[in-house]
């Protein structure tokens, strides 16, 4: 007897000590006063150790425990074919490898220079304010930039800056923060997916990132606390921190900040073996699936829904775009996470993506590359200054460069619009408000063509492949349209065929039934779908006034508003350094291996890093409308030729109209310019462009004292990325969360008749 309590004792003892060591897991380090522990656990950054927050979120009271959890999916997975292209059945030519490591080594230094900016100007901020090097703390000062740049950094070769980026991850402490409400949603794809991206990309060498991960993911985990289990999106943690109050979800949810955790949580419980982080995010996405065939546009939820009544069916818009995009975005990506045991979310894929195709996509009416798509001309009156000195489409060089440009043979572009409805059975009406945001569309249906293909008949998947690359085309699009070859953040386009129409290129009719006409640029049908759109904000008589005293009102007003053809309105004209467009471009370029989608993003990218850069970092564009001056792409062209050219044209007198002898007399009138000025002492060729820049001051679009971390977290990468090498992070290994975070989802691509599951 006396053994068995000896043994019994021994037994407590060290269960008490195993628990103990438990609850002592990921020490970290803070600063700052702490909620759970008060001035006690005070000090200054990067000092003394601090009471474990893992431990106190994990003992902190919840009001409604789950009772039973849902398991992650069986151990049968399903059959996944390879995702990326072949690039060993391609052999690129030493010339385009050594234009593609240049390439990638310019966007590396940009990285670099965001990086240092960021690093002297903003350490363990959020963000830098790239203007006036100073910095902004929109995610709760838990160092943003430094977390949603860790995987980054180890993908660009940064090693240095790795380690101590990871050890100066000890000391943000997640028993503070400097708002009392924080967004759910961003901080878990930011945080979460930036500290398990890197984790896995680093071959889980850095326990210190898992650790981290798992103490937020202990806090976050208090949002779910409500009687539905359903979160609190906009959370006020100090509530839930004392553990006093019951929480609610909120009756007036966006739909993606519900439904755009799946990966990171998962993940974690991948990684760890906890099964309630799988649990919260599978209980909202069992939520979505009995939903989604009872909202007004079955297939599609709508832009707010009740979590708390778990109501997602009473909304009447409807998009991809903003608000919406991530929801959609995780359906392939989650089934590619799970090794596609969950056939739920190939279904709920399926289903959405029909109706988007239905009720959500249009064909644009848009000029063609042998048409102009700038402003109408006026011969009359002399050019600006921006005119003639700031577009870079004066350079018949850059021109002639652009050998992808659309032409007929080219997949005509698609855009997505937002579409509203009252009930189910009501009409539809689209709107066709395109997004950038919605850039990351074609990236998505390329990936999931891949994916689904052994579900789909040939002709579905060469269909969505098709669209991939024509929503691919609808960005690139508002790219080259504008003056600063940007794309702008809202614009309204002219519809020529929408749903099926467009998809099929006229073959099917629309959802209204109507007969798909021809669509071709027609500029009169232009300016029509303009002057429509406006007058419904104008007041009747003073419109009718306004066109009575001008025949050419409505051309005048075109020219005032900058409008290129194409554009029927830019309802917002900023880029917000944003990375959709070069996401999915890399997500084709891996996909098809086609390179003019690493020449679509080069081009991208010059023009953004010659408007965006700043002293201390990247800035957001405010105006892409406006042209750049002093262009960098334009410095091959000499400037100083050109104006020489149009002071001395007077010297060439024609002597016939069709200009044939302006251009023969052309080079000799240009020759006795440059002799004159050199006997006057005056400055000309290479020394006449240096004065022009001494004394021009110069101007282009105005920038915002902003960039947001997903500067280096994702558009950067997937610049860097498309010029990399294909086997560095593929899509074979690895499936990105929304911010750009690669999470292991396989070892790699299978081999040649294997059944990979």
Not at 719 to 746: G, K, M, Q
């Amino acid at each position: 007897m006396a053994r068995t309590v000896r043994r019994y004792g021994v037994f407590v003892v060290l269960s008490v000590v195993a628990v103990y060591i438990l609850l002592s897991y990921l020490p970290i380090v803070g600063y700052g006063p702490s909620l759970f522990f008060g001035d006690q656990s005070r000090n200054s950054r990067g000092g003394i150790p601090i009471q474990d927050a893992f431990r106190k979120w994990r003992l902190t009271k919840t009001h409604f425990p789950v009772k039973r959890y849902i398991r992650l999916p069986g151990a049968f997975e399903a059959h996944i074919p390879r995702i990326q292209h072949d690039f060993r059945k391609f052999r690129e030519s030493e010339m385009r490898k050594e234009e593609r490591h240049k390439r990638r080594k310019a966007i590396q230094e940009a990285f670099e220079h965001s990086w240092n900016g960021y690093e002297k100007y903003a350490w363990l901020h959020d963000e830098i304010a790239p203007m006036s090097g100073g910095h902004r703390d929109p995610f709760g000062a838990w160092g943003a930039t430094l977390v949603d740049s860790l995987d980054t950094l180890w993908i660009m070769g940064m090693e240095k800056e790795f380690e101590m980026a990871t050890n100066e991850l000890r000391k943000i402490d997640f028993t503070q923060c400097d708002m009392d409400v924080i967004n759910l949603f961003e901080t878990v794809i930011r945080y979460i997916g930036g500290m398990l991206g890197a984790y896995d990309l680093s071959g889980k060498k850095y326990n210190v990132l898992l650790h981290k991960a798992i103490e937020l993911g202990e806090m976050l985990y208090h949002a779910f606390d409500t009687p539905n289990h359903m979160p609190l999106t906009r959370w006020n943690w100090t509530v839930a921190a004392y553990g006093e109050e019951m929480q609610q979800a909120s009756t007036d949810v966006i739909v993606a900040e519900l439904g755009s955790m799946t990966l990171e949580f998962t993940r974690l419980t991948q990684l760890t073996g906890d099964k309630k982080y799988y649990d919260a995010v599978q209980r909202i996405m069992n939520l979505f699936q009995a939903e989604q065939n009872q909202t007004k546009i079955p297939g599609l939820w709508p832009l707010r829904v009740d979590a708390q009544n778990m109501n997602l069916h009473e909304g009447e818009a409807f998009t991809l775009g903003g608000q919406a995009d991530s929801l959609y975005e995780y359906l392939p990506k989650q089934y590619l996470l799970l090794g596609g045991r969950d056939e739920a979310l190939k279904d709920m894929y399926e289903n959405a993506l029909e109706a988007a195709k239905t009720y959500l996509a249009f064909e644009p009416m848009i000029p063609l590359q042998s048409e102009d798509s700038g402003p109408p001309s006026d011969q009359s009156r002399p050019p600006t200054k921006q005119e003639a000195l700031g577009d870079p489409d004066a350079s018949p060089k850059l021109k002639a460069k652009r050998d992808y440009d659309f032409s007929p043979d080219y997949s005509n572009p698609i855009l997505l619009g937002t579409a509203t409805s009252q009930s189910a059975t009501s009409s539809v009406h689209l709107t066709p408000l395109a997004q950038h945001l919605s850039c990351y569309a074609g990236g998505m249906v390329a990936l999931a063509a891949r994916a689904f293909s052994p579900y789909y008949l040939h002709e579905i998947t060469d269909e969505n492949l098709d669209l991939a690359e024509r929503l691919v085309a609808g960005c690139v699009w508002s790219y080259k349209a504008t003056p600063s070859k940007i794309g702008p953040e809202l614009f309204v386009a002219a519809p020529c065929r929408r749903g099926r129409a467009a998809i099929t290129s006229g073959e099917e009719r629309d959802w209204t039934g109507v007969e798909p006409g021809k669509c071709r640029w027609d500029r009169e049908k232009w300016e029509k779908a303009v002057r429509t759109h406006f007058t419904a904000s104008r007041d009747p008589a003073q419109l009718a006034l306004e066109e009575s005293s001008d025949p050419d009102y409505w051309e005048n007003e075109i020219r005032r508003m900058g409008l290129r053809e194409g554009f029927v309105e830019v309802v917002d004209s900023s880029y917000k350094l944003r990375p959709e467009a070069v996401e999915s471009l890399f997500v084709l370029y891996r996909i098809t291996g086609d390179p003019k989608y690493q020449d679509i993003a080069w081009d991208m990218w010059e023009a953004i890093d010659q408007v965006a850069r700043t002293k201390y970092a990247y800035a957001g564009v405010a105006d892409v409308m406006v042209p750049p001056v002093l262009s960098k792409r334009d410095e091959d062209v000499d400037e100083a030729e050109k104006l020489e050219a149009k002071l001395t044209k007077r010297d060439a007198k024609p002597e016939t109209e069709d200009g044939q002898e302006v251009k023969k007399n052309f080079p000799q009138a240009k020759g006795k310019a440059k002799e004159q000025r050199r006997k006057s002492g005056k400055p000309s060729g290479p020394a006449l462009m240096e004065k022009r820049r001494k004394t021009h001051k110069p101007s282009g679009p105005p920038l915002m004292d902003n960039m947001e971390s997903f500067w280096t977290a994702e558009t950067l990468k997937y610049f860097y990325l498309i010029f990399a090498e294909p086997s560095l992070v593929s899509l074979d290994e690895y499936v990105f969360n929304t911010e750009a975070h690669p999470f292991r989802w396989r070892d790699g691509p299978p081999k040649p008749g294997e059944n990979h599951g």
